[in-house]
């Protein structure tokens, strides 16, 4: 069974950059087909996604976050991390991330979601 | 960028009633539009797939319907573990989520 898990910082400070890791476990990053996303929601609001990344290291970003964000893959530790500078209090939020379908067109493993506060 | 909207956006229903809950796309998404429930602290969890299929695990009285703009999510007798948030969502060159309906007790 895929699992996947957040680790990272729980709180960072206004101007600074978010760093979180997804380590994926019970299969390979590296299997090809799928991508790996991540995905927010700020308290009490919807769901918001971030970007993505495939096996081979390529890289689509939401682009309302674009100039802001960074999806990493690292192959041997099986996991893949997301960087999001400048953050203020709207980045705010669980930090979810996400294995999409071989088809990329759904969400079918999901990690347990990490809080992330902004604030000084 | 296309827009997801849900309706409505609360359900207030009791246990054993139908449930039928909406989602609107802003342009046509062919038939790749999925569905999750969330429940309060945790992740969302997959129902729904390519408009109308179950996912592995979910019971019958989940169904999906629709294509191109117009999606309906049918959940045939409502049980107490079903109270929660419901999100439709869709991949065109980007992932877009609805802003969600809450399904709530009566």
């Known amino acids: 069974q895929l699992q996947l898990q957040e680790s990272g910082s729980g709180l960072v400070k206004p101007s600074q950059t978010l760093s979180l890791t997804c380590a994926v476990s019970?299969?390979?990053?590296?299997?090809?087909?799928?991508?790996w996303s991540w995905i927010r929601q700020p308290p009490g609001k919807g769901l918001e996604w971030i970007g993505y990344?495939?096996?081979?290291?390529?890289?689509y970003y939401n682009p309302s976050l674009k100039s802001r964000v960074t999806i990493s893959v690292d192959r041997s530790k099986n996991q893949f991390s997301l960087k999001l500078s400048s953050v203020t209090a709207a980045d705010t939020a669980v930090y979810y991330c996400?294995?999409?379908?071989?088809?990329?067109?759904?969400?079918?493993?999901w990690g347990q979601g990490t809080l992330v506060t902004v604030s000084s | 960028e296309i827009v997801l909207t849900q309706s409505p956006a609360t359900l207030s229903l009791s246990p054993g009633e139908r449930a039928t809950l909406s989602c609107r796309a802003s342009?046509?998404?062919?038939?790749?539009l999925a569905w999750y429930q969330q429940k309060p602290g945790q992740a969302p969890r997959l129902l729904i797939y390519?408009?109308?299929n179950r996912a592995t695990g979910i019971p019958a009285r989940f169904s999906g319907s629709g294509s191109g703009t117009d999606f309906t999510l049918t959940i045939s007798s409502l049980e107490p573990e079903d109270f929660a948030v419901y999100y439709c969502?869709?991949?065109?060159?980007?992932?877009?989520f609805g802003p969600g309906t809450k399904v709530d007790i009566k």
């Open positions: 996400a294995r999409a379908s071989g088809t990329g067109t759904y969400f079918d493993y």
């Open positions: 019970g299969g390979s990053i590296s299997s090809g087909g799928y991508s």
């Open positions: 990344i495939y096996h081979s290291g390529s890289t």
């Open positions: 342009q046509s998404v062919s038939s790749y």
């Open positions: 390519d408009a109308s």
């Open positions: 969502q869709q991949r065109s060159n980007q992932f877009t």
